[in-house]
T-cell receptor, first 113, second 113 residues
Framework: GQQLNQSPQSMFIQEGEDVSMNCTSS?????WLWYKQDPGEGPVLLIA?????ELTSNGRLTAQFGITRKDSFLNISASIPSDVGIYFC?????????????FGKGTKLSVKP | DVKVTQSSRYLVKRTGEKVFLECVQD?????MFWYRQDPGLGLRLIYF???????EKGDIPEGYSVSREKKERFSLILESASTNQTSMYLC????????????FGSGTRLTVV
């Protein structure tokens, strides 16, 4: 099935550092979403983006819907230990099975205290 | 608080057993999904359902079946469990029409021995 290209696959960073990750697709999406999965739990929605060029923040998290509608970016500022987990991007198309989410493979974030 | 509830967090089953994974949502969502998650492979869609008694194959349906007799409940069935079905299984639900993303359960970690 179709998948998004999410990078990097994993990151080891120092507490307090900023983090950037991105997703790219060969298809256009009308919605981009970012999820976080804590260890041993299901993914939880962090941010949803609905318009090309849109920039949305949720606390220390900022995400952007790429202007081409084929990419999205997530930034985390001043990372803390509880940011550890797997971050997934997801794109959503129009109606029917095209309305199903297409997920990236995830970015595993580890934070050194 | 809206929820997707998976009946078991951890399961250990023997090879050849018939296994039932249950998922219940209380949000009156039309759509329900089953994924499996394996390290490095991301989230892979097994089956999904847009309505009661309806089901659609995802990307990896082999060895699985599903049942949706009521709107709030979506069951994943492993007809004859095998060791390569050892995985984390995630259930999710969503509204039709898109734009809202999915709500995930906490997952069932299944080990087949």
């Amino acid at each position: 099935g179709q998948q998004l290209n999410q990078s990097p696959q994993s990151m080891f960073i120092q507490e307090g550092e900023d983090v950037s990750m991105n997703c790219t697709s060969s298809s256009i999406f009308n919605t981009w979403l970012w999820y976080k999965q804590d260890p041993g739990e299901g993914p939880v929605l962090l941010i949803a983006l609905y318009k090309a060029g849109e920039l949305t923040s949720n606390g220390r998290l900022t995400a952007q819907f790429g202007i081409t509608r084929k990419d999205s970016f997530l930034n985390i500022s001043a990372s803390i230990p509880s940011d550890v987990g797997i971050y997934f991007c997801a794109g959503q198309g129009y109606g029917g099975s095209q309305g199903n989410l297409i997920f990236g493979k995830g970015t595993k974030l580890s934070v050194k205290p | 608080d809206v929820k997707v509830t998976q009946s078991s967090r951890y399961l250990v089953k023997r090879t050849g057993e018939k296994v039932f994974l249950e998922c219940v949502q209380d949000m009156d969502h039309e759509n329900m999904f089953w994924y499996r998650q394996d390290p490095g492979l991301g989230l892979r869609l097994i089956y999904f359902s847009y309505d009661v008694k309806m089901k659609e194959k995802g990307d990896i349906p082999e060895g699985y079946s599903v049942s949706r007799e009521k709107k709030e409940r979506f069951s994943l069935i492993l007809e004859s469990a095998s060791t390569n079905q050892t995985s984390m299984y995630l259930c999710a639900s969503s509204y039709t029409g898109g734009g809202y993303g999915y709500t995930f359960g906490s997952g069932t970690r299944l080990t087949v021995v």
